[in-house]
């Protein structure tokens, strides 16, 4: 495995973080899980890991979203350019980022290949989402083949969770079906480890809460209501009969598809999500060094304040 140079790696990281306070409420972390690039000032302000559901997976609280302003296999992150984005996701692995949220129309699994040459894979969480629509790199139903393609793309021979993309009508379980068996083989192969959706329709969240064959929601939840399927208390509500089923949900669209970005936006949304959003993690968007720091920063806070 490539070794990243870490006094230059130590540097850049000072300079980068010039300017911001570390969160010394954060939960410190466990000797096996220091930072990999040796910024020994982050060891007491990492992100901590939680049971996703009845998955067995344990993942990082919070995931580095690749997908802003994503489609036609590009995003905000992968228009960084590969050495910035390399450099977000060190920093992001540092401060205990270590869960990737991809998916093909994002463009983002060769620049995830980057960070994963760099550390361990079996200290790294992969989400990936599968397009289960015709389109100019997808043709629907040949999920061995697509997933073959999407471990090449990564170089990961597995995928911690593995979601059909966007749901956005009701039975979508008979619709999706050819899909649903590809992805069921592929569970008992062990190329992925957890299935599920994400949703942006009430109904299709509806029915994924229910369903047994679901292990995994990725939901937008955010306590604006912007960009949402349905108002925050009946979302948070589903989300919580979902939970009781025993599916792993993660929340997207925190900050309202970054619409709520100001700081007591931000505040208001990271305060929402850990309290009363019914998830176990939440992916975001970052783009910059900032934003990891923020991020950490606010969750641990808010996740040591409300225990």
Not at 137 to 159: H, M, P
Not at 177 to 185: N, R
């Amino acid at each position: 495995m490539k070794k990243f140079d870490r006094r230059r790696f130590i540097q850049t990281s000072a300079a980068g973080l010039a300017g911001f306070t570390l969160a010394g409420a954060a939960l410190p972390v466990s000797a096996t899980e220091l930072p990999f690039f040796g910024n020994d000032v982050l060891k007491a302000a990492a992100v901590d890991r939680v049971a996703l559901g009845k998955t067995g997976l344990t993942i990082p609280r919070v995931a580095l979203g690749t997908g802003s302003i994503g489609g036609n296999q590009q995003s905000n992150q992968t228009r960084l350019g590969r050495e910035n984005f390399l450099k977000l996701a060190r920093h992001a692995w540092d401060r205990g980022i270590r869960f990737f949220d991809m998916a093909d129309s994002y463009g983002s699994h060769t620049f995830v290949r980057d960070i994963l040459k760099e550390v361990p894979r079996e200290k790294t969480t992969l989400m990936s989402k599968m397009w289960t629509g015709d389109t100019n790199w997808q043709k629907s139903g040949d999920v061995a083949k697509t997933l073959d393609r999407f471990r090449q793309e990564t170089g990961s021979d597995y995928f911690d969770i593995l979601l059909m993309h966007c749901m956005v009508r009701p039975n979508w379980r008979e619709e999706k079906k050819i899909f649903i068996e590809g992805l069921s083989e592929a569970k008992e192969k062990g190329i992925i480890k957890a299935a599920g959706v994400s949703c942006h329709n009430w109904q299709a969240m509806i029915e994924a809460a229910g369903d047994p064959w679901v292990d995994v929601i990725l939901a937008r939840i955010n306590p604006f209501g912007v960009h949402m399927d349905n108002t925050p208390e009946e979302v948070s509500a589903l989300l919580k009969k979902a939970k009781d089923n025993g599916k792993g949900i993660i929340g997207m669209k925190i900050f309202g598809n970054g619409d709520k970005i100001s700081d007591t936006d931000r505040e208001q949304s990271i305060r929402y999500a850990v309290t009363k959003g019914n998830i176990h993690a939440m992916t975001l968007g970052m783009e910059s060094v900032a934003q990891v720091d923020d991020a950490v920063e606010r969750v641990m806070r808010i996740v040591n304040q409300n225990k």
